[in-house]
Nanobody, 119 residues
Framework: QVQLVESGGGLVQPGESLRLSCAAS????????MGWYRQAPGKQRELVAT???????HYDDSVKGRFTISRDNAKNTVNLQMISLEPEDTAVYYC?????????????WGQGTQVTVTS
C-alpha cells in the first residue's frame, strides 16, 4: 500500500508564493519519477512539473521560471515552490509518483490540495 499526502495549498493574492509538499509512504522500493499535476474547474488534469530520480526536471511552459520542483530521495518527498502566482494557477494540485520494480511500473496519486489565487 502506497500513500501520498500533500500539503501547502491555500488562498493567496496574485504575485505571492506558495510551497507544496508531498510525502510518499508505504511499500516503496524506488520512486522513478515524482511530479505535480493540476486540474482547474471544468478543465482536464494537466502536467505541471516532473523530476526523475537523478534530478532531471521538466516543466509545462506556463510555469517555467516561476515554479521549481525538487525532491528528497531519502525522505520520498517532492516539493513545488511556486512564485509570482497568477489567477490562472488556481486549481487542485495533485502529486503523482511512478515506481518500477521487476519490470513493472505503478503510478500513485495524492488526494489533491487546493491552490486559489485571487485578489
Amino acid at each position: 500500500q502506497v500513500q501520498l499526502v500533500e500539503s501547502g495549498g491555500g488562498l493567496v493574492q496574485p504575485g505571492e508564493s506558495l510551497r507544496l509538499s508531498c510525502a510518499a509512504s508505504g511499500s516503496i522500493f524506488r520512486i522513478n519519477v515524482m511530479g505535480w499535476y493540476r486540474q482547474a474547474p471544468g478543465k482536464q488534469r494537466e502536467l505541471v512539473a516532473t523530476i526523475t530520480s537523478d534530478g532531471s526536471t521538466h516543466y509545462d511552459d506556463s510555469v517555467k521560471g516561476r515554479f521549481t520542483i525538487s525532491r528528497d530521495n531519502a525522505k520520498n518527498t517532492v516539493n513545488l515552490q511556486m512564485i509570482s502566482l497568477e489567477p490562472e494557477d488556481t486549481a487542485v494540485y495533485y502529486c503523482k509518483i511512478i515506481t518500477c520494480s521487476n519490470n513493472r511500473c505503478y503510478q500513485y496519486w495524492g488526494q489533491g490540495t487546493q491552490v486559489t489565487v485571487t485578489s
